[in-house]
């Protein structure tokens, strides 16, 4: 039976037309935002590590590998392309350090990481070598026996058959290969470093090597891509065949070189797809998957087979599990309080060789913030239990929430039903946007970075 939230306030019945893609983040990974996040309030992140973890809160780690073979024109994460073999080094002997500062600080209390990402940039451009003297440092440090998921991103080019071996022998269990498209003009134009056929022997070498999990990251809407082209993009997926899919809506953040070109020429729409025809590919996508035996499990991801394709880290990280962000620029949750590593190379150095950890702001959420922050991620993935918040957070979920769900219902987006909020696939294809209905009114408008 629905249930019909009560006392609103009156709301519009549809929702503000989004049509083309201009500047700015869309894609909502944490809040508050990160704008929100200050250097003044690193005193709070210096209490949380020396305070013991909250009894059964899993604790996990990612780190940022900055370096790339080039830089792809839609990037906006922290990378570098012009670093040799030294300043790698220097690199994983800083995140060793910083992993080694963290393992003797009270807020591991004795736990051993149960998911580790390795996210960048190109994870995949070090070298075996470098890859086995990074991850058998880290393993002395917090051992990863306890490990569900170790998740490794990788650039097709960069895949060697040995390289493969080498990942799976580190304990690597889901690998994701940012094919992102499959046609070699449309790599070329949107600054990837691959082309097709590094995809197709990189996922040949993968699956002979026998990783548990191997996804294939998709984008929808990339400089001068068409219809026809998505339709094969799709095609040949499937034909692949790989446990799961993760689909994303191209978006033009400020620190892009996309943007960079389109205010050198005056330009406010970016020459990509408008958000109606990206959502309309993206729907088209999780369709055909669908009728292959894929199941939709989030705004973004679609999985082969359910019971034995998990996404570790992002639920987890979304439940509100504490994450050890190691890494330049990189972003983690410790005790209650957000953190954020300084975004430049040498800084990032500079500290740890002085013997400091190298974070440079933060925030603690209040508890209405981390209601918030696990309710708007969580609905990502489609659903979410009432009950859940109502004992986690001590709270009346349907109350606290009146005016955006009966807002979200009203735009035929949200139904609630006994114990469960469920969003519709209309509503999935644009979540990021409707999550802003949920944000303290003084997070609505602010600038997501």
Known sequence: MSTTISNPTSQPSTPAIE?????????????????????????????AIEKAPKSGNPLGIYLHIPFCRKRCHFCYFRVY????????????????????????????????????????????????????LLTDGMKALLPWDEAEEVTFECEPGTLTDHKLKALREIGVTRLSLGVENF???????????????????????????????????????????????????????????????????MEIPYNTTIYQQMKAEGKLVAPV??????????AYAFSELEKCGYTVSSAYTAVKDKKKTQ?????????????????????GHVN?????????????????????????????????????????????????????????????????????????????????SGDVISINRDGLLQIDRLLHEFFLHEHKNARYA
């Open 183 to 249: 046609n070699d003009h449309i790599l070329e134009v949107n600054g990837r470093a691959h082309l097709s056929k590094e995809i197709a022997r990189a996922y040949a070498y993968a699956r002979e090597v026998g990783f548990p999990q191997i996804n294939i990251d998709l984008i929808a809407g990339m400089v001068e891509e068409t219809e026809s082209n998505w339709r094969e993009n799709v095609r040949k997926t499937i034909e692949m065949s790989p446990d799961s899919v993760t689909i994303y809506q």
């Open 81 to 132: 392309t012009d670093k040799d073999s030294a300043a790698i080094r220097s690199y994983i002997d800083a995140a060793l350090d910083e992993l080694r500062i963290y393992a003797a600080k009270p807020c591991i209390g004795g736990r051993k990481p149960k998911f580790v990402y390795f996210g960048g940039g190109t994870p995949s451009y070090l070298s075996v070598d470098q890859l086995r």
């Open 311 to 331: 996404f570790i880290y992002r639920d987890r990280l979304w439940a509100g599990a504490d994450l050890l962000s190691l890494g330049v620029a990189s972003f």
């Open 336 to 416: 209650g309080v957000h953190y954020q590593n300084h975004h430049d190379f040498d800084p990032y150095i500079a500290k740890l060789r002085q013997g400091e950890l190298p974070a440079h702001r933060a925030l603690t959420p209040t508890s209405d913030e981390r209601l918030i922050r696990e309710f708007v991620l969580q609905l990502k993935l489609g659903s979410v239990s009432i009950s859940y918040f109502n004992e986690k957070f001590s709270t009346n979920l349907l109350s606290r929430f009146a005016v955006p769900l009966q807002t979200l219902e009203n735009w035929g987006f949200l139904t609630v």
């Open 273 to 282: 797809a408008d958000w109606e025809t990206k959502r309309q590919w993206v």
């Open 19 to 47: 049509k083309q893609t201009t500047v700015g983040n869309y894609f909502v990974s944490n809040y508050p935002p990160f704008s929100f996040w200050k250097g003044e309030y690193l005193g709070q992140f210096t209490e």
